[in-house]
C-alpha cells in the first residue's frame, strides 16, 4: 500500500505563493509518475500538474502553466507544487496521486492522499 501525505496547503491573499508536498514512506516512489489535482466545491476534480517517473517529463493543466511548477526529490520521496500568482479560483482542495500502474488513469484504482486545503482570497 502506498499513502499519501499531502501538506502545505493554506489561506493566502490573491498573488501570493504557496509551496504544496506530497509525501510518501513508500521505498517504491520515485517509481510513480505523481499527478497533483484539486477539486472545488460543487465542481469535479480537475488535473493540475504532472510529474513522471522518467526524468524531464512534465505537464500542467492551461489554467495554472505559467504559475505552477511541479517537481520531486525521489531522495526524499516527496513531490512538491510551487503555485505562484495565486487566484481565487485555485481555491480548492489539492490531492496528489500515484499512478499505481503506469497507465496515468489517476482513478479509484490508483493511491490518493487525503488533501490539503488552499483557499485564495481577493
Known amino acids: 500500500q502506498v499513502q499519501l501525505v499531502e501538506s502545505g496547503g493554506g489561506l493566502v491573499q490573491a498573488g501570493g505563493s504557496l509551496e504544496l508536498s506530497c509525501r510518501s514512506s513508500?521505498?517504491?516512489?520515485?517509481?510513480?509518475?505523481i499527478g497533483w489535482f484539486r477539486q472545488a466545491p460543487g465542481l469535479e476534480r480537475e488535473f493540475v500538474a504532472l510529474?513522471?517517473?522518467?526524468?524531464?517529463?512534465?505537464y500542467y493543466a492551461d489554467s495554472v502553466k505559467g504559475r505552477f511548477t511541479i517537481s520531486r526529490d525521489n531522495g526524499k520521496n516527496t513531490v512538491y507544487l510551487q503555485m505562484t500568482n495565486l487566484k481565487p479560483e485555485d481555491t480548492a482542495v489539492y490531492y496528489c496521486?500515484?499512478?499505481?500502474?503506469?497507465?496515468?488513469?489517476?482513478?479509484?484504482?490508483?493511491?490518493w492522499g487525503h488533501g490539503t486545503q488552499v483557499t485564495v482570497s481577493s
Open positions: 513508500a521505498p517504491t516512489f520515485s517509481s510513480y509518475s
Open positions: 510529474i513522471s517517473w522518467r526524468p524531464g517529463s512534465t
Open positions: 496521486s500515484a499512478d499505481s500502474d503506469g497507465r496515468l488513469g489517476f482513478n479509484e484504482d490508483d493511491y
